[in-house]
């Protein structure tokens, strides 16, 4: 039930729901059932691909298309006309999207574009009564955000998730975000050292850490660690390094030939990858599968024995969470936030990114051990349930929410019982 104390927040990211930022939509089933009125907010409208489940579609159904509404000319001229009646603020906002748009033309073309957008977003907003807007991925819609309280002056705050925004902060204006922002919730300790290294030192402690969460409920059903199941889920990108386990799975068929591997996912290297597959003999070894809904990614975590991530780069992968809570022990790279999350021997193993004797060794290391398997799986439910629940860190936004409404002290980096 919504608690009209709470105050009502918009939500807004450059796609929503999507199937591979699932840890958004749990954040808002968390802060709903918390009482908070969540208005969803996406850029542009979601792929019917990314729509695997009844709960995305419904969010999909629920969810305000800002390039959808900016489209219609009757719309757009009527919503910048309600800010124009503000000049002096109207034209402030224009000369910030000017200033701080990435250099060249096209840089200065889709900054302006986003500023339309901004003022579609912004008269949906007050006309829905709404007194804070949140955003994930401080990218483009990050911007949207930023513009949207420079020309209604609704306060804003982002989650910061990475790694690709650390490769071109300078871009994406992270600074100025950050600084106009009302707060900045980092998705690890990583995530928040980074910002900082761009941020000014003034604003460094309205940066807190707000992990993203998972239910633990979902993932109760344990393996029974009695096979050889290897499981990946994620976007088949180079990002993520797949070829990398697919050679480390060539690699084990002769002491492992029962050994198997479930790629859940799609993206932009599917079709090279499943060539790959196949050039390297795996046959019907590697399975590539698609997309799935959250309910079906619970069930497949529940029939594999070790999961495996050799990403090349990361924020703190959700989906580690997922294998974590379901008991399964992971093999994953030893980058970003990762290892604040992964603890090496203890609920999985980390190796170094791109090194595929590594990873072999570490998932022949699992693959020999079931016991070792089910320790594991053990230690890393433990973990996530603890530091990695979606109902307490939504607990934890939502008081950054109720503190920075009002005047007084701020909260710290964590919770309290977190830095003990």
């Known amino acids: 039930m919504t608690d009209r104390t709470q105050p009502r927040i918009a939500y807004l990211t450059g796609e929503y729901p999507r199937a591979s930022d699932t840890f958004i939509q749990r954040e808002v089933f968390a802060l709903r059932a918390l009482g908070h009125d969540i208005l969803t907010c996406s850029i542009r409208r979601t792929g019917p691909e990314h729509l695997v489940g009844p709960e995305q579609e419904a969010e999909h159904a629920r969810t305000f298309m800002v390039l959808n509404a900016a489209m219609r000319p009757v719309r757009l001229i009527r919503s910048h006309l309600r800010w124009m009646r503000r000049p002096g603020r109207y034209l402030s906002a224009l000369r ?3 200033a701080t748009a990435p250099k060249g033309i096209k840089g200065r073309v889709y900054n302006l574009f986003y500023f339309l957008e901004a003022g579609v977003l912004a008269d949906h907003l007050a006309n829905e009564g709404i007194s804070h807007l949140h955003n994930h991925i401080a990218k483009a819609s990050c911007t949207v955000a930023m513009l949207v309280n420079a020309l209604s002056g609704l306060p804003y705050s982002f989650t910061i998730h990475g790694p690709d925004i650390f490769f071109e902060p300078i871009h994406w204006r992270i600074d100025e975000k950050a600084r106009r922002a009302r707060f900045v919730a980092c998705i690890s300790d990583f995530c928040r050292s980074q910002l900082m290294c761009f941020a000014d030192g003034h604003d460094w402690d309205k940066l807190h850490v707000v992990h993203c969460g998972i ?3 979902r993932y109760a059903t344990a393996p029974s660690h009695a096979g050889k199941r290897l499981l990946f889920v994620g976007r ?3 990002v993520k390094g797949v070829p990398v386990l697919l050679r480390a799975l060539a ?6 030939p029962t050994a198997t591997l479930t790629l859940i996912g799609d ?7 499943q060539a790959q597959a196949q050039a390297l003999g795996l046959g019907d070894a590697a399975r590539f599968v698609g997309y799935k809904s959250q309910s079906e990614v619970a069930s497949a975590m529940a029939e594999t024995d070790v999961f495996v991530l050799p990403s090349f780069a990361e924020g703190v992968p959700v ?9 399964v022990p992971v093999v994953t790279t030893q980058i970003a936030g990762v290892p604040e999350l992964v603890r090496d021997g203890e609920s999985g193993l ?6 595929g004797a590594a990873l072999q060794a570490a998932i022949d290391r699992l693959l020999d051990d079931p016991e070792r398997r089910r320790a594991m799986g053990a230690r890393g439910r433990a973990m996530v349930s603890q530091s990695f629940n979606v109902h307490k860190e939504a607990a934890w936004l939502s ?3 109720a503190s920075y409404a009002q005047e007084g002290a701020k909260p710290g980096k964590r919770p309290q019982e977190d830095m003990v």
Request: hydrophobic share 50%.
């Open 96 to 98: 910030l999207a000017w």
């Open 350 to 355: 980390l190796v170094p990114p791109g090194d």
């Open 215 to 217: 239910d633990p409920d």
């Open 251 to 256: 690699a084990l068929r002769d002491k492992h």
């Open 399 to 401: 008081s950054l929410f």
């Open 319 to 327: 989906v580690l969470m997922e294998a974590m809570a379901a008991q």
């Open 267 to 273: 993206g932009p290297e599917r079709a090279a990858l």
């Open 236 to 238: 088949l990108a180079g």
